[in-house]
């Protein structure tokens, strides 16, 4: 069992940054093989994958419409997510959430649906203001 819990999330400018953690609580995930995640969702939209990191590897991929302004990472010690987003845009808005899939290597881990994602973060609020 994996638990996830998100911080960080608040308000800022447009421009600006803000970085969101992503604690996971679970015994041995050091030694276990997950494709990290981090989505969002919009009201009225569907939640949107936006980058992924492999836990045993460091592989990550983002999408396009964040590439080049957010950064995910972990800690050296594997136990907590990161996402470092900067110039902020206004669409940036929205609930963030951090997931987890149990995967057998780095090549299943990708911007899949978020119905692929076996274990989520209750979330946390970003709020850009243009």
């Known amino acids: 069992q994996v638990q996830l819990a998100e911080s960080g999330g608040g308000s800022v400018e447009a421009g600006g940054s803000l970085r969101i953690s992503c604690a996971v609580s679970?015994?041995?995930?050091?030694?276990?093989?997950?494709?990290m995640a981090w989505f969002r969702q919009a009201p009225g939209f569907e939640r949107e994958g936006v980058a992924v990191l492999y836990s045993n590897g460091g592989y990550k991929y983002y999408s396009d419409s964040v590439k080049g302004r957010f950064t995910v990472s972990q800690d050296n010690s594997k136990k907590t997510l990161y996402l470092q987003m900067d110039s902020l845009k206004f669409e940036d808005t929205g609930m963030y959430y951090c997931?987890?899939?149990?995967?057998?290597?780095?090549?299943?881990?990708?911007?899949?649906?978020?119905?692929?994602?076996?274990?989520w973060g209750q979330g946390t609020q970003v709020t850009v203001s243009s």
């Open positions: 679970e015994f041995g995930y050091r030694n276990s093989r997950y494709c």
């Open positions: 997931a987890a899939e149990v995967v057998v290597s780095g090549s299943d881990c990708a911007l899949k649906p978020s119905s692929d994602f076996d274990y």
